[in-house]
């Protein structure tokens, strides 16, 4: 009389997936960067007729956080870069991601600058070269230029805790040795 | 109970009168304005049509194929020639500017593999990660065929199983059987 058992085992399996399915974030695609040569750019540097050229950077690890004005989801990660600025010594690049230069400094000056340069993508051609989706992404990448991280959408409280943080220090440990 | 109806005129008025107050006041047109011109917005960027031009007609069916074949990354369920969003239709240039250069399909394909990974193709290559993706419904479909054919086999020999069938009737189960068809018979004639 197993038989009767048969409904019951489908169904512990089907909601074994479901269950399995609600931890998955669809709107997360794993980058295939991670790991590579951070793609090399060259650019202007926001409001200034300086270029930037990502090679220059290397020899010490740095952030790449991708932002503009118009987004609403930077505003809310904004407040931890800033944060992170005042609490690490590491090198945080701002890409402004297809934004109108004026509104980004004001953005700027009412919000806090956290970064130490930042770098004009008009075009969003730089954000393709990252495989950029959507804006807020933060990319670390260590003092070879290769990309160790990738967080997609807007970095919690939690996220630069647990998972920036840790990789930041370590990632400044090992350019210094 | 009975006093509902009145208290629904009475609700009823008061609706009236506040639709009244709206109209009266300038908020409602300038509310309707507003929904207006959303719906011109929202129809003038409908219609707007991208014009791509190619040098010939080859460059321009590829580039048809490959935004068919693309996906766009932000809205996820479309394709970058669906798709509305600003990514897609920066994708959609640089593809462009790629079949301009003179890249092949497969040149174009890992161009764009390269920066956002297999999940920017709609068709999936064939790789030891996406086995199960690829042959799990062939095997599901098997396994269930398999089970279906056995079952029905097995069905079907329990029903015809000759230890089941009695050889020699008792002369009472024939009487039943001979009174049973005579009830039925004259009917079926008819």
New interface residues.
């Given amino acids: 009389m197993y038989r009767f058992w048969y409904p019951l085992i489908a169904f512990v399996i089907v909601s074994g997936f479901l269950w399995l399915g609600l931890d998955l974030k ?2 997360e ?5 991670v790991d590579k040569p951070a793609p090399e750019f060259s650019t202007k540097r926001l409001l200034t007729d300086n270029q930037i050229t990502s090679t220059d950077l290397i020899g010490k690890p740095w952030v790449l956080n991708v932002w503009a004005s118009w987004c609403v989801a930077c505003r809310q990660e904004h407040p931890l870069f800033n944060d992170l600025a005042k609490r690490s010594e590491i090198t945080i690049l701002g890409l402004n991601y ?1 934004d109108k230069p004026v509104e980004a400094a004001e953005w700027l000056q009412n919000l806090g600058n956290p970064y130490d340069l930042i770098a004009v993508d008009d ?3 730089i ?5 950029v ?2 804006v807020p992404e933060t990319f670390l990448i260590d003092h070879h230029g290769m990309i160790r991280y990738k967080h997609i959408g807007p970095v919690s409280a939690q996220d630069m805790e647990q998972i920036l943080l840790p990789r930041i220090r370590s990632m400044l440990q090992d350019s210094k040795t | 109970m009975k006093q509902s109806p009145g208290l629904r005129t009475a609700s009823t008025r008061a609706v009236y009168a506040s639709s009244l107050h709206i109209v009266a006041s300038g908020a409602w047109w300038s509310a309707l304005a507003v929904i207006c011109a959303m719906f011109l917005a929202v129809t003038t960027a409908d219609a707007r049509v991208e014009i791509v031009e190619f040098e010939t007609d080859s460059q321009r069916r590829l580039y048809q194929d490959m935004i068919a074949e693309l996906r766009c990354l932000v809205c996820q369920n479309q394709n970058l020639a669906d798709s509305n969003a600003d990514l897609a239709r920066d994708l959609r240039q640089r593809t462009r500017d790629l079949i301009l250069q003179g890249k092949t399909r497969d040149e174009i394909a890992e161009f764009m593999v390269a920066r956002y990974g297999d999940f920017v193709l709609y068709r999936p290559p064939l790789k030891a990660s996406t086995l199960v993706l690829w042959f799990a419904p062939f095997a599901l479909f098997c396994f269930m065929a398999l089970y279906l054919f056995r079952r029905f086999r097995r069905s079907q020999q329990s029903q015809f199983d000759s230890k089941n069938v009695p050889t020699s009737y008792s002369s009472d189960e024939l009487d039943t059987a001979a009174s049973l068809l005579q009830k039925d018979l004259p009917d079926a004639r008819k």
């Fill in positions: 669809p709107r695609i794993p980058s295939v960067l297809k075009t969003g051609n954000g393709i070269e990252y495989g989706y959507g």
